[in-house]
């Protein structure tokens, strides 16, 4: 059984409980939108310092890195392919996000 522990609320409680004093939590993964903060004490976050932020796409700003991480991809300096677990068809998008919930590929690339 897969457990998805990305974008879980509990999952950040405990990373900000772990983390150094003064460390960062960086936030990975969309949440779900009913998703919340779970009850921290803010005498906690006050005390503990550091801070929290999320990471969409890593950061990047699309305009400028993905041409980057193209070239690199190019001269074969970024294994990108790695990542793909399955190519599909436009007929198989139901199945590979069933799939992916699942845990069972990384990644599903359409092919047209």
Do not use: N
Not at 5 to 27: N, S
Not at 36 to 57: A, E, T
Request: glycine share 10%.
């Amino acid at each position: 059984m897969v457990i998805d522990a990305v974008g879980i609320p509990e999952t950040w409680k405990q990373a900000f409980y772990a983390r150094d004093l003064a460390g960062t939590v960086v936030l990975v993964g969309v949440p779900h939108p009913d998703a919340k903060v779970p009850d921290i004490p803010l005498i906690d976050v006050f005390g503990r310092g550091g801070s929290l932020k999320s990471s969409w796409y890593g950061d990047c700003l699309p305009s400028r890195d993905f041409p980057m991480l193209i070239d690199l991809y190019l001269q074969g300096r970024l294994d990108l392919d790695a990542f793909v677990s399955e190519e599909i068809g436009i007929g198989d998008i139901d199945a590979a996000f069933e799939k992916m919930h699942r845990g069972e590929v990384l990644r599903s690339v359409v092919i047209l």
